[in-house]
């Protein structure tokens, strides 16, 4: 019996990298300082760099990052935000903690991902904002949404919490629109030790708003001229961060290869539906998603032969509790069938060829109905 294949091994990127890790946790330490310090400065710039974009502000979580960048637009109660409908929920809660009303979009069936004909149908008067997610690691199509949001004079916003390292005809700046938010969350392709989230733009006053609004919106002890939140990174995590950045690119090679190896055995794979990959866009890789007819039983042959799976997600925003009385909202087909149909496999930088072969060995048997 082979060993079983986990959908993901947090210990793996920590034992790889842990002698740089013991020693950015010694220099905080060392230092004693332990918020907005030497370290996040470094990343700020650091990341900012690695990004294409001139600022970049760390904060707690990518969600404070979703919240602080409607807030910094200055977008709050009676203001409409268009949002995926197929999103990590956190999309949808960071809009409307503001105040403000997300309102779905269905995605494009292929991408998955939200397109500009589905949001240009759901712009209103009161529309002030889009929230494109790039979701699974695959960029929206940003030239034609940016067209879209200047030509209406609304902002784009970006949820790129799954996405570091996306890029659009090599272009990663091209991929963030006036305002990105990224998650360090522990499983992101850049993860932290803990929560951790970066607002990236090239706009000054969104910046500035966001460096404020997170620490409680004071420039110092006498002067609050917003109220803000806490929201501010930790030195520790932004130390540790800050090694993992260097090795980001190589991981994202990485995954690329797997994805690459597996689009190969799903072209001959029937009952599977593969993720969408378009010419020019460099794909992230966060995650693995395909479709198949029956995934729970496909699942749970997948998890008999030892392979770990997972479900991105498998209660969309719109059907949750949470959001129960907000509507109305408009039919979502595409949302809903996604919801009963995708199947997340394992697919991370320390996956091997070997294991990522018996991954599609297995799916095969899987989908065939077959326990392996
Ligand atoms: C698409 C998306 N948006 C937002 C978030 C929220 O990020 P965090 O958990 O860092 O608050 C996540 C995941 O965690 C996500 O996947």
Known sequence: MNAPIPFLDLRQPTAALRGAIDGAI????????????????GLESEF??????????????????????????????GDEV?????THIATWLAVAATGARPVPVDPEPATRVIGAAGVEAAITPKTRAVFAVHLY??????????????????????DAAQSAGAAIGGSRALCHGDAAAYSFYPTKNLGALGDGGAVVTDDPEIDAAVR??????MRHFADHPMRGVNARMEELHAAVLREKLRWLDDWNDRREAIARR???????????????????????????????D???AVRARLDAAGIGTAVHYPVPPHRTAAF?????FPPLPVTDRLASRVLSLPLHPFLDTAEADRVMDALADAVRGEAR
Do not use: K
Not at 26 to 41: H, M, S, T, Y
Not at 137 to 152: E, H, I, Q, T, Y
Not at 324 to 328: I, N, R
């Open 262 to 292: 597996y689009l190969g055995r799903l072209s001959a794979m029937p009952g599977t539906v593969a993720p969408a990959w378009p010419a020019g866009v460099r794909h992230a890789w966060h995650l693995f998603v395909i479709e198949v």
């Open 294 to 296: 029956d995934r729970e």
């Open 48 to 77: 900012a760099a690695w990004c294409g974009a001139r600022h970049c502000a760390g904060v707690a979580s990518g969600f404070s990052a979703l919240q602080l960048i409607v807030r910094a637009c200055g977008i709050g109660p």
């Open 82 to 86: 268009i949002v995926p409908g197929n």
């Open 26 to 41: 010694a220099r905080v330490l060392d230092r004693g300082q332990f918020l907005l310090g030497p370290e996040i400065a």
């Open 137 to 158: 690691g695959m960029p929206c199509d940003m030239p034609a949404l940016g067209d879209l949001c200047r030509s209406r004079g609304i902002r784009l916003l970006v």
């Open 324 to 328: 129960a009385g907000t509507g109305p």
């Open 212 to 217: 404020l609004l997170r620490n409680y919106g």
